[in-house]
């Protein structure tokens, strides 16, 4: 059976080959393409994923592995940077949607699969979003799911082998796009400078913080916790997991924590007070 705590990062990975004297791009590589997709995820916990992986095709699987991830990070930008952002216009019924509901990445792909079916609804969603003045590499994300939907729901058909491979490919390649804008942006907290000037300490960490306190609340609901207090030290604990895992330096997140919750922005501190018993 498949152990998910035997995965290593591939940082720590490419450390262990480092330290062998055999380290090289193709080591990473192989091991990159030899794991089955989504097995270094959290992406069968999920009930509808569950349900339904079985089936997608093998290239569909990595797509979705990957696109699980990215969610939380699309779903950061939209709801940290793009929401306070008044130059953009570049707001999607897509996008809409993920303002107004908690999704986690398991419900958004329920209402990806299920709720946008209509050729209509798919094209509509591409053109508007590749019509934007305003385009830029985060929206990868969103085009990259609507060639996926193009090829998932209307060209998985022998006769359209070839359209389904190249819409599959566009999907590939605007996933890869999004990709490389999060590495670029959010792991060089390039972002967080350019948007957060006064928390410079964001980072992937206060990500992580904002996703496990909506998992929780959606997961568990109010009330789980006696007090405000034990929320942060809770988070401190499954940061400093996250920590050993990418290895940052870092020893305690507690002072950021605080620094979070008592910015001016209210957002993360609704987050801490909806977990509290009342």
Known sequence: MFDKKGLKSARKYMDELNKQGNASPTHYYIREFGHLPGLSTFILNGDFLQEVWGDFTQPEKRFIAHLYEQYYVWRYFLLNIRKRDNKSTCITPLQQAAFENHWDANDFFSYLLEELTTFEQISEGLDRIKNFEKYQPADAF????YFFLIAYHYLKDESTRME???ALSEALEHQGEFRGWAAAM????ELYEKFEKKDKDLGIFKLK???LLEEWYINSGSGIFKSDTEVQSRLNE???KLNNEIMSGREDFSTSIKNWYDAKNPDFKTLIKRLVHK
């Open 209 to 211: 913080a904002t996703s």
């Open 164 to 166: 389904y491979q190249n």
């Open 238 to 240: 499954e940061l400093l």
């Open 142 to 145: 969103e085009a990259s799911c």
């Open 186 to 189: 959010l792991y060089k907290n």
